[in-house]
């Protein structure tokens, strides 16, 4: 069973730096199908996908809204997923999660969702 945990979260001011990781078990990140991705989700907004990584290859794909600021990376040693989020906006503020995904898409391929880390940045 695939499970995965999220750390790192906190509160910052707007232009700081946070790094998250997302801690992964039961998903060989040796496979070539596997992909992992960062949503986040603002209160009363829609869970957004905003980064994903192709674990084996290190392919990455961002959204719009973070492109530039966020970098995602993994370590496969440590089946971890790392989300390095740099300067930061009032607008980032949400809770943070990572899931296994279809890769190519936002889709959750095993319909896990972890606790999810809180990120507040203030003005």
């Known amino acids: 069973r695939v499970q995965l945990m999220e750390s790192g979260g906190g509160s910052v001011q707007a232009g700081g730096s946070l790094r998250l990781a997302c801690t992964v078990s039961?998903?060989?990140?040796?496979?070539?199908?596997?992909?992992v991705a960062w949503f986040r989700q603002a209160p009363g907004n829609a869970r957004e996908g905003i980064a994903r990584?192709?674990?084996?290859?290190?392919?990455?794909f961002y959204a719009n809204s973070v492109l530039g600021r966020f970098t995602i990376d993994r370590d496969n040693a440590k089946n971890t997923v790392y989300l390095q989020m740099d300067s930061l906006k009032p607008e980032d503020t949400a809770m943070y999660y990572c899931?296994?995904?279809?890769?190519?898409?936002?889709?959750?391929?095993?319909?896990?969702w972890g606790q999810g880390t809180q990120v507040t940045v203030s003005s």
């Open positions: 990584i192709r674990t084996l290859y290190g392919t990455k």
């Open positions: 039961g998903l060989s990140f040796t496979d070539a199908g596997n992909c």
């Open positions: 899931a296994a995904v279809n890769c190519g898409t936002w889709e959750n391929s095993r319909n896990y």
